[in-house]
């Protein structure tokens, strides 16, 4: 089974900068489709930003689109979230997930805080 260990997570002023990691252990991520989610205090748990398998193709929820960009290594079984201009509202636990072909349920990490002051 796929283990996923998130790292990067920070407390950083608004309109810093931080970059996430996700990292794999137990068996190779380059044929799932990966995604970021983050929950805020008293709020569910809410979709970022996703990846391919190859790559190719991304998406992003529109509050951050222009701000984070997800990038994924298969060489290194580590998917990252490269985040710019943080506001306080970014604030939350964020999550990596990991979509296996065939199988219901994904695989998630135990997540990273990511703290923004104002």
């Known amino acids: 089974q796929v283990q996923l260990v998130e790292s990067g997570g920070g407390l950083v002023p608004a309109g810093g900068s931080l970059r996430l990691s996700c990292a794999a252990s137990g068996g190779t991520i380059s044929n799932y489709g990966m995604n970021w989610f983050r929950q805020a205090p008293g709020k569910e748990r809410e979709f970022v930003a996703g990846?391919?398998?190859?790559?190719?193709?991304?998406s992003y929820t529109d509050s951050v689109k222009g701000r984070f960009t997800i990038s994924r290594d298969n060489a290194k079984n580590t998917m990252y979230l490269q985040m710019n201009d943080l506001k306080p509202e970014d604030t939350a636990v964020f999550y990596c997930?990991?979509?296996?072909?065939?199988?219901?349920?994904?695989?998630w990490g135990q997540g990273t805080q990511v703290t923004v002051s104002s």
């Open positions: 997930n990991a979509e296996v072909p065939g199988q219901s349920y994904p695989y």
């Open positions: 990846i391919s398998a190859s790559g190719l193709i991304t």
